[in-house]
């Protein structure tokens, strides 16, 4: 069974950069036609998309966070990570990582204040 976890600060000060690694174990990130998603729930609001990274390193952004998003991943650790830069107060959440046939992280909450 494919198990994912994130993990990264649950502090980030204004204007810095948001970093969070996914580790998988039970399956591979470079497996054909996986796709590795981040996700993230604002208090009270529902899930947003933010961007995928697919088996073959192939990278893809929600268009309303593409210009401070970035994706990628260390195929040796089996991990994939998002950096979300310039971060606001709106950007406090739970981050989730998410891989293939709906398996999920449990989340971790970050939030943005100084």
């Known amino acids: 069974q494919v198990q994912l976890q994130e993990s990264g600060p649950g502090l980030v000060k204004p204007s810095q950069t948001l970093s969070l690694t996914c580790t998988v174990s039970?399956?591979?990130?470079?497996?054909?036609?996986?796709?590795w998603s981040w996700i993230r729930q604002p208090p009270g609001e529902g899930l947003e998309w933010m961007g995928a990274?697919?088996?073959?390193?192939?990278?893809y952004y929600s268009p309303s966070l593409k210009s401070h998003t970035s994706i990628s991943r260390d195929t040796s650790k089996n991990q994939f990570s998002l950096q979300l830069s310039s971060v606001t107060p709106e950007d406090t959440a739970v981050y989730y990582c998410a891989g293939p046939y709906d398996y999920w992280g449990k989340g971790t909450l970050v939030t943005v204040s100084s």
């Open positions: 990274i697919r088996y073959d390193g192939t990278t």
């Open positions: 039970g399956g591979s990130i470079t497996t054909s036609y996986s796709y």
